[in-house]
Every structure is written in structure tokens, then in C-alpha cells.
């Protein structure tokens, strides 16, 4: 069983930065493979983030201004975010695919399983 909660959205304005934190309650096998996903009203959702054995991707639109990590314990993802834009406005999810083998980063939403309930980030312009 694999559970996720994230925290630390909020509000704030372009140019601005957040931190967003997901707790990963998993088996050691299942937090290798770990996403960061968004999605705005009337769009589908989007790959942020992703970390894996084999390194780390992103989004073409947040390249150079998110940066995806996890502890050594692999219990805590992050996203630090910087030069906020309002575009980046939408609710994130953090994601897990589960225990699968190679466990390479993909950004594409249907290789998760498990899913958060989403924090809210909201930039000002």
C-alpha cells in the first residue's frame, strides 16, 4: 500500500518561490519511482518532475526552475520551485508508480498508480 500527502502550497507572486513536500508511506521497493504532476482548470493533467534509479526529468516548462529531490530515507519528496509564473497556477499531485523494475522518471501521468489528494499553488501576477 502506498500512500502520499503533500503540503506546502499557498499563494504568491511571480518571481516568487515555494517548497512543496509529499510524505511517502510505502514499502522501500515503491519509493524509488516518484513524480510531481499539475493540473488547471480545463487542462489535463501535466508532468512537473520526476525522480528515479536512473537520474531525474522535467517539464520542458519548469526546466531550470524546479528542482525534484527526496531524502535519503526516500520518505519525503520536494519540489522547490523558483521564478514563479503565473502559469504555473494549478493544483500538484504527487505521484508514485509502485514497484516496478528500472523505475526510470517518466513526466507521463499514466505510469503512476498512486496519487495524492494535490496541494494548491497559486501565482499573482
Known amino acids: 500500500q502506498v500512500q502520499l500527502v503533500e503540503s506546502g502550497g499557498g499563494s504568491v507572486e511571480a518571481g516568487g518561490s515555494l517548497r512543496l513536500s509529499c510524505q511517502v508511506s510505502?514499502?522501500?521497493?515503491?519509493?524509488?519511482?516518484l513524480g510531481w504532476f499539475r493540473q488547471a482548470p480545463g487542462k489535463e493533467r501535466e508532468g512537473v518532475a520526476a525522480i528515479g534509479v536512473s537520474g531525474r526529468n522535467y517539464g520542458d516548462s519548469v526546466k531550470d526552475r524546479f528542482t525534484i529531490s527526496q531524502n535519503s530515507a526516500k520518505t519525503i519528496l520536494t519540489l522547490q520551485m523558483s521564478m514563479l509564473k503565473p502559469e504555473d497556477t494549478a493544483m500538484y499531485y504527487c505521484?508514485?508508480?509502485?514497484?516496478?523494475?528500472?523505475?526510470?522518471?517518466?513526466?507521463?501521468?499514466?505510469?503512476?498508480?498512486?496519487w495524492g489528494q494535490g496541494t494548491q499553488v497559486t501565482v499573482s501576477a
Open positions: 510505502a514499502d522501500m521497493s515503491s519509493r524509488n519511482c
Open positions: 505521484a508514485a508508480r509502485g514497484d516496478v523494475p528500472g523505475c526510470y522518471p517518466f513526466i507521463t501521468p499514466e505510469k503512476y498508480n498512486y
